[in-house]
C-alpha cells in the first residue's frame, strides 16, 4: 500500500499561473482533506471531502477550488496563484464516511510550493 | 476566532526525560488529536481523544473535555522523539465554523 501520495513533490509557480495538486488514496477511505501548513500559522483546513460527490469548505478556502474526481482522487486547483499561497500542501485521508474529524487522518508528504 | 494554544512552543530535554506538551481550547470541543511531524515534514496521527486517557508505547494522551485541556506525555524520551508534535480541536458540528483547528505545533529536541 503506498498510503496517501500528491504529486508534485515541489513546485515554482508565477503570480497568475494556474496549477493543479493531485492526491490520491489507495486504502478505500471515503473522507479526504486539503491542508496548508505556514510558519508561525500551523495546519489550516482549506477543503475537505466527506464522501465521493460532496466538497466543503474549510477555514481558509478562498483562491483554490477542489474535486474528488472518484474515492481514490482528490485534487486541489489554483486558479490564479498568489505570492500568498506559498506554503506546503497536505493532502489526509481517513476512513469515517461523515467526516473523519473523530478517526485517525492519515497524510501524504506534501508538495511545497513556491508562488513567485 | 477559536484558537488552540499549546505550551511550550520549544521544548529541549535530555534523553530519558519524561516530557510533558500541552494543549487548550478556549471553547467545547468534542475531540482532540495529537500529531508528530517529522523533521523531514512527514505528519503521522498519534492519538484522538474524546476523554479519559490513551496509551501508545512510552506515549500517553489525556484529555479534560470540561476544563478543555490536553496533556502529551512522552515517557523515557529519546533523540528520535525529537519532532514537532500539533494538537488539533474537533468543533462541535453545525457550528458554523472549520470542523478542525489545529495548534501552532511544539518543537521537542532530546539530546542524547
Known amino acids: 500500500n503506498a498510503g496517501v501520495t500528491q504529486t508534485p513533490k515541489f513546485q515554482v509557480l508565477k503570480t497568475g499561473q494556474s496549477m493543479t495538486l493531485q492526491c490520491a488514496q489507495d486504502?478505500?477511505?471515503?473522507?479526504m482533506y486539503w491542508y496548508r501548513q505556514d510558519p508561525g500559522m500551523g495546519l489550516r483546513l482549506i477543503y475537505y471531502?466527506?464522501?465521493?460527490?460532496?466538497?466543503d469548505k474549510g477555514e481558509v478556502p478562498n483562491g483554490y477550488n477542489v474535486s474528488r474526481l472518484n474515492k481514490r482522487e482528490f485534487s486541489l486547483r489554483l486558479e490564479s496563484a498568489a505570492p500568498s499561497q506559498t506554503s506546503v500542501y497536505f493532502c489526509?485521508?481517513?476512513?469515517?464516511?461523515?467526516?473523519?474529524?473523530?478517526?485517525?487522518?492519515?497524510f501524504g508528504p506534501g508538495t511545497r510550493l513556491l508562488v513567485l | 476566532k477559536n484558537e488552540v494554544e499549546q505550551s511550550p512552543q520549544n521544548l529541549t530535554a535530555q534523553e530519558g526525560e519524561f516530557i510533558t506538551i500541552n494543549c487548550s481550547y478556549s471553547v467545547g470541543i468534542s475531540a482532540l488529536h495529537w500529531l508528530q511531524q517529522h523533521p523531514g515534514g512527514g505528519i503521522v496521527s498519534l492519538f484522538m481523544l474524546s476523554s479519559g486517557k490513551k496509551k501508545h508505547g512510552r506515549l500517553i494522551a489525556t484529555i479534560n473535555i470540561q476544563e478543555k485541556h490536553s496533556s502529551l506525555h512522552i515517557t523515557a524520551s529519546h533523540p528520535r522523539d525529537s519532532a514537532v508534535y500539533i494538537c488539533a480541536a474537533v468543533l462541535p458540528l453545525f457550528s458554523g465554523n472549520t470542523p478542525l483547528v489545529f495548534g501552532k505545533g511544539t518543537r521537542l529536541s532530546v539530546i542524547a
Open positions: 486504502m478505500n477511505h471515503n473522507s
Open positions: 489526509a485521508s481517513s476512513e469515517a464516511r461523515l467526516g473523519g474529524w473523530w478517526e485517525t487522518q492519515y
Open positions: 471531502s466527506a464522501s465521493e460527490g460532496t466538497t
